[in-house]
């Protein structure tokens, strides 16, 4: 099959990044980016990559709405984690990006954490990809989460979600 690369600058939160994709020309592609608009389930695992701050948890449930528009940009409002099921303070994340044409996705979640007690709010840049699997869209997304810059708490964070 045929490689091709594409190169492009996608500006996200008034910060510009140059994004280089290389694959196959035959990637799967819905002709509507539309049809990945709706409610996306899954779960959330992060890792610890700083050198402080401990996270002890497993992968999470994590439920999102994407609203993708004509020019294949996109906002994702947060439904819920594990902690709001449980009743815990649901701290808001948004997301805003934009689809590639061969389905790769780079966008940035505006998110609020407490730090020393203190609410925190900051950016996450989170790449992936769409793809299909058993006839179902998957989303596959991976990003470095500094929840706590001061005390250096720095996670990757792997969000695993399918189309409901």
């Given at each position: 099959?045929?490689?091709?690369?594409?190169?492009?600058v996608v500006t996200v939160f008034g910060m510009s990044f140059l994004v280089?994709?290389?694959?196959?020309?035959?990637a799967p592609s819905p002709q509507n980016v539309q049809a990945f608009s709706?409610?996306?389930?899954?779960?959330?695992?992060?890792?610890?990559?700083?050198?402080?701050?401990?996270?002890?948890?497993?992968?999470?449930?994590?439920?999102?709405?994407?609203?993708?528009?004509?020019?294949?940009?996109?906002?994702?409002?947060?439904?819920?984690?594990?902690?709001?099921?449980?009743?815990q303070k649901n701290l808001s994340e948004t997301w805003m990006g934009e689809?590639?044409?061969?389905?790769?996705?780079?966008?940035?979640?505006?998110?609020?954490?407490?730090?020393?007690?203190?609410?925190?709010?900051?950016?996450?840049?989170?790449?992936?990809?769409?793809?299909?699997?058993?006839?179902?869209?998957?989303?596959?997304?991976?990003?470095?989460?500094?929840?706590?810059?001061?005390?250096?708490?720095?996670?990757?964070?792997?969000?695993?979600?399918?189309?409901?």
């Amino acid at each position: 099959m045929p490689m091709f690369s594409l190169k492009r600058v996608v500006t996200v939160f008034g910060m510009s990044f140059l994004v280089c994709v290389n694959g196959l020309s035959q990637a799967p592609s819905p002709q509507n980016v539309q049809a990945f608009s709706g409610r996306w389930e899954g779960r959330k695992a992060m890792s610890q990559r700083g050198a402080s701050c401990t996270y002890s948890g497993g992968p999470t449930p994590y439920a999102v709405v994407l609203t993708i528009n004509d020019d294949r940009s996109f906002i994702g409002e947060l439904l819920f984690t594990e902690g709001a099921r449980k009743g815990q303070k649901n701290l808001s994340e948004t997301w805003m990006g934009e689809i590639l044409p061969d389905l790769h996705v780079r966008l940035a979640a505006q998110k609020k954490s407490y730090c020393n007690g203190e609410e925190h709010t900051y950016s996450v840049i989170y790449s992936g990809q769409f793809s299909q699997k058993k006839g179902k869209y998957r989303l596959t997304l991976k990003g470095t989460d500094k929840t706590c810059p001061q005390m250096q708490c720095v996670f990757e964070s792997i969000l695993d979600l399918e189309q409901k």
